[in-house]
């Protein structure tokens, strides 16, 4: 089980840090991923992190965006910087099942999801 927090009301430039909170034993053995979907659009890959701590991202968010984990909470993080209103989108952790880090498909356990509003 996945549970997301950290969303709400930013303006353009602000920050903020979404946190995804994992239950189990063997978090340290997945790959963990975030998404976003804004209204009316596909969910779209935004940023990844591998069992071993390698990164990967999306290049509208590359330079602003960090993820990273700890696995002695079982949980990942999502530090957002410089955001911008295109940015405005409910925002999902989700678990690895295997498979490519990009792809919604690959990604076996999601989270509830989080609202970011970035005002212009």
């Known amino acids: 089980q996945l549970q997301a927090s950290g969303g709400g009301l930013v303006q353009t430039g602000g920050s903020l840090r979404l946190s995804c909170a994992a239950s189990g034993r063997t978090f340290s053995r997945y790959n963990m991923g975030w998404f976003r979907q804004a209204p009316g659009k596909e969910r779209d890959f935004i940023a990844a992190?591998?069992?071993?701590?390698?990164?990967y991202y999306a290049d509208s968010v590359k330079g602003r965006f960090t993820i990273s984990r700890d696995n002695a909470k079982n949980t990942v993080y999502l530090q957002m910087n410089n955001l911008k209103p295109e940015d405005t989108a409910v925002y999902y952790c989700a678990q690895s099942g295997g498979g490519s880090y990009n792809y919604p498909a690959s990604y076996a356990y999601w989270g509830q999801g989080t609202l970011v509003t970035v005002s212009s």
């Open positions: 992190i591998n069992w071993i701590g390698s990164t």
